[in-house]
């Protein structure tokens, strides 16, 4: 099928990528719901997805990856640009042209025997000032149903980019899924993502992270926005006036739990609403009013498993209940679903994630139990079925945010929360974020590495350009949000978590904002203000004042310590890393005595 459209240079990249790929068929997507269904009815008939019971979960899929591809491959993912240090340090960096020939042994014949779907994409409402167009060539069915629920897909956006519009040229094949040929390519300078040999959702829905994070960040800087890895949340008070916030933290931190908090029931006297607009990723650009505007890019949620239960997340339960697909958790006997932490008891069989018999009992060769569900299984789900959806979620205008929280797993060092001097202070704080290595990332679990901002896997380009961004927009922006840090991982000295987190962190948000509202005072420490006891509404909680004093506490000889890791790291960024965030290190020594 040939593609509406009649842009031209649009029409040959399809071709010349496939006389590369040489798939069989060529297939233009037109969003519509009779191709879903065609789709959906292919890829059951082949088993590339299974039908899950459809009374239960109605219009609910069920996929498995191979093995080895369960997560992002970090260590697979470049930057390729022409000069090392427009990439460096943080990403794996290739020269392009060395890029582009490596991976063209990859894609030759990759599709044979296959179809090329053509996939046309927007990251933010079409027709939004944020929008951002792409399409995404795949011989995944799989990849195509998860994109029409990720991104605003079909013909629309071929009407938006019009015969001669800009766009993100994405490339997708499984291939033969070999863990050794695997790449995620990022090509900024031509606007140009290639990612080949897997089939795992991070690294093969190219409108995600590789587009809305990685080539974003790059538009962003050049273009004067942000592309962001942050929740977008509206908090609703009695009188009906909304406040936003946008939050970024590493994966498994609570992040999507907060965007779709629900208010405990201590506050819920005082009439809150919250809305959830964004759980993982915000577009910022400079309002007229001198505010900073977001908009989440995103039309879906891409949620991990395990963890989310009725207790942690009853707003997302809710929307995983229809029209969803499940990544290698759990397959219930009954074509139901289930996952370590679902907040059931598991059944007494099913087939867990890797197709093999389960019972609870499971045990491998050294007497460990196994799971059901693979520790970064997910979910991807419309985002317009969650409960708490916001009514902005696709205003083309976004919505004014008045903070940015961030935040990480702290054992030790942390407080609750604390609020930066001003943005350049704030900047520092969201550049030294650290926290503990998660089942989303490759690597070792529970290692501690910094990651600013919640970035350092997403920045398309040089940190330190990255931060100088930063500082540059902070100057831009007459009004800009409030910038603060939490840790809601603090844990007291038998390694017991403090605070109750969830719901509860209402509590901390509340004080947030307040204090951009200038309602409340707040002490001053060396590393920003801290709030005062008695500020954090603490009804119907049972924590004390001696644990929230302990979740307050600032330890001076902790954090010098903290600041020799700081330097470290700035010092291993390079000759770009700003001078302003060297200045603010000395500055809180200085304050640290």
Known sequence: ??????????????????QM???????????SDEERRKLTAEALSTGELIELNQKLLPGCLYHRTALNDVARTENLTFVCTDKEEDATPVNN??????????????????MKGRVMYVVPFSMGPVGSPFAKYGIELTDSIYVVLNMRIMTHMGQNVLDAIGANGDFTKCLHSKAQLDLEKRRIMHFPEDNTIWSVNSGYGGNVLLGKKCLALRIASWLGK?????????????????????????????????KTNLAMLVPPEGLKAKGYKVWTAGDDIAWLRLGKDG??????????????????????????????????????????????????????????????????????DEKDKDGKPVLGANANSRFTVPIKQVPC????????????????????????????????????????????????????????????????????PFVGYNMGDYFRHWLEMGRKVPNPPKIFH????RRDENNKFMWPGFGDNLRVLEWILARCRGDVDAVETPIGFVPKPEDIDLTGLDVGKETMRKLMDID??????????????????GERMPKELFDQLASLRKRLG
């Open 291 to 360: 505010r900073l505007w977001a908009v989440n890019p995103e039309a879906g949620c891409f949620g991990v498993a395990p963890g989310t239960s009725m207790s942690t997340n009853p707003n997302m339960m809710k929307a995983v209940e229809k029209n969803t697909i499940f990544t290698n958790v759990l397959l219930k006997d009954d074509g139901a679903v289930w996952w370590e932490g679902h907040g059931d008891a598991p059944p007494a069989h099913g087939k867990d994630w890797t197709g093999k018999d389960w019972t609870p």
């Open 93 to 110: 960096w290739k020269p392009r042209e060395e890029g582009y020939a490596e991976c063209r042994k990859f894609f030759k014949d990759s």
């Open 389 to 456: 959806v916001s009514d902005k979620v696709d205003d083309p205008a976004g919505v004014p945010i008045s903070a940015f929280i961030f935040g990480g797993r702290r054992a030790r060092l942390a407080p609750l929360v604390y609020q930066s001097t001003d943005w350049e202070h704030g900047t520092y704080v969201a550049a030294t974020m650290a926290s503990e290595r998660t089942a989303a990332q490759y690597g070792k679990q529970g290692e501690v590495r910094r990651d600013p901002m919640a970035m350092s």
């Open 1 to 18: 099928m040939a593609g509406k459209t009649e842009h031209q240079a649009m029409h040959a990249w399809v071709k010349e990528m496939a």
């Open 486 to 489: 939490v840790n809601w991982f």
């Open 222 to 254: 050049t273009e004067g926005w942000m592309a962001e890895h942050m929740l977008i949340l509206g908090v609703e008070y009695p009188d009906s006036h909304i406040e936003y916030l946008a939050a970024a933290f590493p994966s498994a931190c609570g």
């Open 556 to 573: 001076k000889g902790e954090w010098k310590i903290e600041c020799d890791g700081v330097e470290e790291y700035f010092k291993g960024i």
């Open 21 to 31: 790929c040489n798939p069989d068929q060529i297939h233009w997507c037109d969003g």
